[in-house]
């Protein structure tokens, strides 16, 4: 089992940054993909970044292509995601997701993930 807690989010106005963390604990020592996605009110869950075990492959959402970067510190089990130019559309509660791996991989369905953080709020005012 892996636990995932993120942290980071917040209120905060359109324009600015915001950096959230998503540490794992557990079974550590298994190598995993990771991804961030999102849930605004009224909406379906959706797809925001992933990155590879290595960090060497990363894919984004194109609503959030150019403003958001997904990176990971294996070494602190931590996976981050940088947010910047935040707009109001981007309101949601932001979840961390790990995919047990075996090779380089990345995934953007939701439905392969093994494992969930229970979510951080992200507020954009206008």
């Known amino acids: 089992q892996v636990q995932l807690v993120e942290s980071g989010g917040g209120l905060v106005q359109a324009g600015v940054s915001l950096r959230l963390s998503c540490a794992a604990s557990?079974?550590?020592?298994?190598?995993?993909?990771m991804g961030w996605f999102r849930q605004a009110p009224g909406k379906e869950r959706e797809f925001v970044a992933t990155i590879s075990w290595s960090g060497g492959i990363t894919y984004y959402a194109d609503s959030v292509k150019g403003r958001f970067t997904i990176s990971r510190d294996n070494a602190k089990n931590t996976v981050y995601l940088q947010m910047n130019s935040l707009k109001p559309e981007d309101t949601a509660v932001y979840y961390c997701a790990a995919k047990e791996v075996w090779r380089q991989y990345v995934a953007t369905n939701e439905n392969e993930y093994d494992y969930w953080g229970q979510g951080t709020q992200v507020t954009v005012s206008s």
């Open positions: 557990g079974r550590t020592s298994r190598t995993y993909a």
